[in-house]
């Protein structure tokens, strides 16, 4: 179990006699951090207004070193020692040997040579080497029931290993891209939370420039100033000429025969910090040293590591409860020893104990979708599209709504494709609400989801499929109008799709069948004028081999609808054979027996309808059709039978045909999983 | 490094012999490596290169052998053959970054018309990488036409050149003065390459293209680079990348309230998480400096959401909250962070990068044309 402890600061309850000290230290430590945890811990409470330490309850324990002439002092006692806790004077009730465990976190900084002075030219193998030196070093000078871990810090700052033993341990890799991390690296070190009975000590080897890190040099030293860590910091020289050369020679033109040629690699540096104070700083206020040193692997870096050990190791561990001091905020500390007046005395400044966080906001109106969406964004797909058609309508449009607005915790961020997903089965719940505003929220949706789905590569395979899917959804829901004003657009992105090619088309021909039924003319057929303009569209899908069989199927359709016979014969001649769309060969038969019936050919006609029974057996629309040529033709116990079974049909058998009209929508399901399969 | 390079290319050959069919001329390593790349040995053919630090050697052998090359397979080979050796170059070129790209020389001329206005000018010399680059480009842009192909390499010698962080090779210097042309010192490698120029003129309406033009500048013409950035603010492919650009240099121009308007313009023109992460990471930084830390560490969690565990809204997050007294949660922020495996691309450390964040698909689009 860890929690947060400050070694310079660690406030601790001595509940005498109730716990034994660690159990106690645990649970105070926490609370320490964060007064909510207290309130359950022991027997604490947010302290009333004007909030002061109660005396005996809880204390603080301060990391401090004193030095003498250079060399530490040991064999103080706590009535040698005076502490101020905001100007105020406390009772030191102990001091203790810092003989407490040690986690060491070692911040070596590899954005450039890690051998003498920092460049920015550097050899990964070098840097490997040298790395690997002086965590060997460090590890020999650590002791049972110490720890370590290695941070590096680049353009990124990399955990090479976390804490663990101190053991030899070989660094295999370390990327070097030249950017520098120094103050994220070190808040990345003095962030870490320290366990019950252990020290933090980062040691940064490192410089003061800085070149990309999100933090500045006033967070950096805020987080220092909080921190339970102690820093040590070895700063290294740093040669930014390096990389220039001299190249004798120059040129005619060169009267002073000099070319000064600076090699350059990645030359991005968006930030350039280089404030000599900041790092002195963050050592002072954590009670740490400030060393100027050379590079990393001199030969006195393993002699430099133990000096701060020793010095660490000698130091005391001064513990007081704070009295009448008010509890929340900002404590300075101010420890010295009188009867010393020329020791060098380094401790940390101060401590803070943070007011309670601001409570968390009540649920919000898009918890529904969020809950939605993550369950999305996990994977979690068919729950959603059940959940959707179990939705109110106004619910349904509020989180269409809300979904256009965006959420911005969405999981699906990081999941562009799920994303376009979701708002998929967003786009077919709306289309099928039987309330205009959530069908026209539905179809805003499609609107943004058109252009955002766009990949930033051409013709990329997922974007061309949504296209398709969406299509098939707006076919589905009789939206051509809407199909049709966004076609041009989707075949500009996807011009080798087939199934938008052939849409383009359909749309057509479901627009002017439409039109047709609303203006109220007893048979709903496209005129030969219209149809030719709607024809030629087939045409052109049919020259796709993907879609050729269902656009020369629609297109005779089409063109014995308009009383084009012959045309339509033409198309039928074209339709290859069966292939494994069920629902297309029931199509291809059933359009081919109305136009063999149309052409005066009833043989040929019945035969169609047999393979289009055969192809979807008991299907209404081929046993309608075959019925009444086998009246014709005279063979009525065979129509009577099939009438018979027409009407004993218990509604139960879907007929393919009523889809005709619907477009790709039959084939939505199948398009969906392509989809998903991409986004998997 | 020549001795590197030669023995390299060397073990290259050796490799090959077994592995590709012969070639007409097997007349360099590079043409054998050439010779992989072509039969769809990508990764024999570039895993030879990873060895390489100056590829010096291979541009020379390439302009030496590649014409020879180019027409090895006949007619019919011949624009399958120019992709293969184009889109080599490439990979090497991209894995050359790494070494010098160039070098800059500072060279006080006289002009002898004007001996008492000596100055001092940049030269810029280009190295191996980016020359490899340009040898390609003549290769694809020799068609009349430009065709989807030429488009797909294309975005990726951007996305390369964009990870090279290099304004100079893309867009030219507007800064550094032109020499006098009557100076007779320039060599082929001083003359300005300016990338963009020559593919902006064989797709002169791609966005991408014109905001690779702002990307180059941004940080060196930045009233340029604002400049493309608002034309391409409400494009339907790059405007949301152009509005997140604006609103960064708002930030850094400290005008926070400003770039706060054009962050929450970016999420309905994209859902390219890059650039949602980035617009809300940058949201975060600018209401923290505003004083707003409620506000700043919502924007930061959501742009966590869009790019899970990334470094900079990780430690700006962790930060934050450590400050503001929630020490457990923050250290777990940065705890998540670092144990991150595999460790999300960053987008604020790799925001020069660019387009190089579609490298990884735009060469698998591109190893598809080639492969047999």
Not at chain 1, 169 to 184: I, K, N, P
Not at chain 2, 264 to 272: A, G, I, M, Y
Not at chain 2, 278 to 306: I, K, M, Q, S
């Amino acid at each position: 179990m860890s929690a947060y402890r400050k070694p310079g600061m660690a406030l601790q309850v001595t509940a005498a006699g109730r716990r034994v000290l660690s159990t106690v230290t645990l649970v105070l430590c926490a609370g320490f951090f964060d007064p909510i945890a207290t309130r359950d811990g022991a027997g604490q409470t947010p302290p009333q207004a004007p909030p002061i330490f109660r005396t005996t309850a809880e204390s603080v324990a301060v990391d401090v070193s004193v030095r003498v002439n250079g060399s530490a002092l040991t064999g103080l006692s706590a009535a040698d020692f005076v502490v101020t806790d905001n100007r105020v004077q406390q009772r030191v009730e102990s001091v203790e040997a810092r003989a407490m465990p040690l986690d060491v976190t070692l911040v070596a900084d590899v954005s450039g040579r890690t051998r003498g002075s920092w460049t920015t030219s550097a050899s990964a193998a070098d840097n490997i080497r040298n790395v690997t030196e002086n965590v060997g070093a460090i590890a020999a000078i650590l002791r049972p029931g110490d720890r370590l871990r290695l941070l590096a810090s680049d353009t990124s700052v990399q955990q090479i290993f976390p804490m663990q033993a101190p053991a030899p341990a070989v660094v295999a890799r370390l990327e070097t891209q030249g950017l520098s991390s120094t103050y994220d690296a070190l808040v990345v070190a003095m962030l870490r939370p320290i366990e019950a009975n252990r020290r933090h000590l980062v040691i940064a080897w490192t410089k003061p420039i800085d070149t990309v890190s999100t933090s500045d040099a006033s967070t950096l030293r805020e987080v220092a100033r909080r921190s339970d860590a102690v820093v040590h910091v070895v700063e290294r020289d740093v040669d930014l000429r390096a990389g220039t050369a001299i190249s004798p020679g120059g040129t005619p033109n060169n009267p002073l025969r000099m070319n000064l040629r600076e090699a350059h690699v990645r030359t991005w540096r968006p930030l350039l910090r280089n404030d000599a104070a900041v790092l002195p700083e963050v050592a002072a206020l954590t009670g740490g040293t400030f060393r100027a040193f050379g590079g990393l692997s001199d030969p006195n870096a393993a002699e430099e590591f133990r000096e701060i050990f020793e010095e660490f190791r000698l130091g005391y561990v001064v513990r007081y409860a704070p009295r009448d001091v008010k509890r929340e905020g900002w404590h300075e500390i101010a420890v010295t020893v009188p009867k010393l007046p020329d020791a060098e005395i380094r401790a940390r400044r101060g401590y803070a104990i943070e007011s309670a966080p601001p409570a968390r906001t009540a649920p919000g109106p898009s918890d529904d979708l969020s809950r939605l969406a993550t369950a999305y964004a996990r994977g979690e797909i068919q729950s959603v599209p059940a959940e959707l058609r179990r939705t109110s309508l106004p619910d349904l449009r509020r989180l269409i709504e809300t979904f256009r607005a965006g959420d911005s915790d969405s999981a699906l961020a990081a999941f562009p494709k799920r994303d376009a997903l979701f708002a998929l089965e967003l786009i077919k719940a709306g289309l099928a609400a039987s309330d205009r505003g959530t069908r026209d929220a539905a179809l805003d949706l499609v609107g943004e989801y058109v252009n955002l789905v766009r990949s930033p590569l051409p013709g990329d395979i997922f974007e061309c499929g949504w296209y398709g899917a969406v299509v098939a959804a707006l076919e589905g829901a009789l939206q051509g109008s809407v199909a049709n004003d966004l076609l041009p657009r989707l075949l500009a992105r996807c011009p080798a799709d087939g199934r938008l090619r052939l849409a383009r088309a359909f749309v057509s021909d479901q627009l002017a069948q439409m039109r047709a039924t609303a203006v109220g003319t007893s048979r709903a057929d496209p005129t030969p004028a219209i149809a030719d303009g709607i024809l030629s569209r087939y045409d052109e899908a049919a020259k796709l081999p993907d879609v050729a069989r269902e656009a020369n199927v629609r297109a005779a359709w089409l063109a014995h609808r308009a009383g084009m016979v012959d045309r339509a014969m033409t198309y039928l001649g074209h339709i290859r054979p069966p292939g494994n769309d069920r629902a297309l060969d029931y199509f291809g038969e059933l359009v081919r027996g109305q136009v063999l019936r149309a052409r005066g050919r009833p043989d040929e006609a019945i035969a169609a309808f047999r393979s289009a029974l055969a192809a979807w057996p008991g299907a209404q629309s081929a046993r309608v059709g075959l019925m009444l040529l086998l009246v014709r033709h005279g063979e009525r116990r065979e129509a009577e039978a099939l009438a018979e079974a027409v009407q004993a049909d218990p509604g139960t058998q879907i007929d393919p045909w009523w889809m005709y009209w619907q477009g790709d929508y039959r084939l939505l399901q199948v398009l969906e999983a392509n989809l998903r399969e991409l986004a998997r | 490094v020549r001795l590197l390079v030669a023995a390299s290319l060397a073990v290259a050959v050796l490799d090959a012999g077994s592995a590709s069919p012969p070639t007409q001329d097997p007349s360099s390593a590079a043409t054998t490596l050439l010779d992989q790349y072509l039969a769809g040995q990508f990764e024999v053919a570039i895993g030879s290169l990873s060895a390489v630090d100056d590829y010096a050697e291979l541009l020379e052998q390439l302009k030496r052998d590649g014409p020879t090359w180019l027409n090895g397979g006949g007619a019919g080979q011949r624009e399958r053959r120019e992709l293969a050796a184009a889109t080599f170059a490439l990979e090497a070129a991209r894995l050359g970054a790494w070494t010098t790209w160039k070098e800059v020389g500072v060279v006080p001329i006289v002009d002898p018309d004007r001996p008492l206005e000596a100055a001092v000018y940049r030269l810029t010399y280009w190295k191996a990488p980016p020359l490899l680059i340009e040898w390609a480009c003549e290769l694809v842009r020799q068609r009349e036409r430009p065709g989807a192909t030429e488009h797909l390499w294309q975005l990726a010698a951007v996305a390369v050149a964009e990870r090279a962080q290099d304004y100079q090779f893309l867009a030219g210097d507007q800064k550094t003065p032109r020499l006098n042309p009557t100076f007779k010192i320039l060599n082929d490698a001083t003359i300005p390459i300016i990338h963009l120029a020559h593919v902006r003129q064989r797709f002169p309406d791609e966005p991408r293209f014109k905001l690779a033009e702002g990307i180059a500048e941004e940080w060196y013409e930045p009233l340029l680079a604002r400049k493309v950035f608002d034309q391409l603010k409400d494009d339907i492919d790059v405007g949301g990348e152009a509005t997140m650009r604006l609103g960064a240099m708002a930030y850094r121009a400290r005008d926070d309230g400003g770039a706060i308007a054009l962050f929450r313009r970016v999420e309905p023109l994209t859902r390219d998480p890059w650039v949602i992460h980035l617009a809300r990471y940058f949201t975060g930084l600018a209401e923290e400096r505003r004083n707003r830390p409620a506000d700043a560490e919502r924007a930061l969690r959501a742009a966590l959401a869009a790019v899970p565990r990334a470094e900079s809204a990780s430690i700006a997050l962790g930060s934050l909250l450590f400050r503001t007294g929630r020490r457990a949660e923050g250290s777990l922020v940065i705890e998540s962070m670092l144990t991150a495996a595999p460790k999300p691309r960053d987008p604020w450390r790799t925001y020069a990068d660019a387009d190089d964040r579609f490298w990884p698909e735009l060469l698998a689009r591109l190893r598809k044309e080639i492969r047999p």
